[in-house]
């Protein structure tokens, strides 16, 4: 069954590195476990054979029935013809994963925002670098702080391209997710917009950046909120998760304030 270019196929012929990542998610019969486009089911067995329930996601209509007539006898196992992105991951589940490259970021957002217990994918190594850069590297960016703010990404082992078939361009790695405590946001979805906006200038000075995001959104007040912040003196990628939670915070209860005391301008 050739892989079908259009899903970025690539399927895992390694089993050792099939092996490794299924250890890292330690799967008891207790767990709910979420396998994003199975393929010809490489991982799915090995994960049925330790799980409670798999749910294998498959967008790819041939493969999905190919898929439900393989495992028929698997009563644990579920295969869903659907679009993961489009789909409701479970409170509590683990995500087992090597999925299409070309969903990477979707995806892990999608992980992130759900109630997941913990995340064990196969993905491109330059993706991965992103995930876990630290502040100030080349690969930071705005994908590392949405994950840092809500999870913790631990790069595992380097992956040539000769475990996939077909061998793709790129080299993968593995990558743990596991859920963090988030920090507590005055505004959270200010916060997020922020740095949406502040990373498409990421090596900008930090206070240039945020004084034309401020003058775009908050004209009126965008004067005396930056006399009242605590901009830190670095770039945009140079700065910290917890100096951009202090920065919205201080810009949402600027806000706040203003909008308490009927200020005209704060609408």
Known sequence: MPPL?????????????????????????????????P???????IIAAKAGHVIAI??????????RRKFSNYKNLTVMEADALKTRIPDNAK??????????????????????????????????????????????GRLTVMLQSKGEAKFVEKIPRSAFYPKPRVDSALVTITPAQEPTFADRALFEDMVRMLFTQRRRKLKG??????????????????QRAQVPEKR?????????????????????ESST???????
Request: hydrophobic share 40%; aromatic share 10%; charged share 25%.
């Open 58 to 67: 498959e967008k790819d209509r041939t493969l999905a029935t190919y898929l």
């Open 209 to 226: 950046v945020l004084t034309r995001y401020l003058k775009s959104h908050f004209p009126n007040q965008s004067e005396r909120i930056l």
């Open 261 to 267: 005391e009927g200020d005209p301008s704060a609408n």
């Open 95 to 140: 995500i087992v994963s090597s999925p299409p490259y070309n969903i990477s970021s979707k995806l892990v957002l999608l992980i992130l925002d759900s109630r997941f217990a913990l995340a064990a994918l196969l993905l491109q190594k330059e993706f991965v670098d992103r995930l876990t850069a630290p502040s100030g590297s080349r690969d930071y």
């Open 5 to 37: 270019k259009r899903f970025g196929q690539h399927f895992l012929i390694d089993t050792r590195v099939r092996d490794q990542l299924i250890q890292l998610a330690e799967l008891t019969r207790d767990d709910t476990v979420l396998e994003v486009g």
């Open 236 to 256: 945009v990628f140079e700065t910290t998760l917890q100096e951009f939670v202090t920065l919205s915070d201080e810009i949402a209860g600027f806000l706040m």
């Open 39 to 45: 393929g010809l089911g490489f991982l799915t067995p």
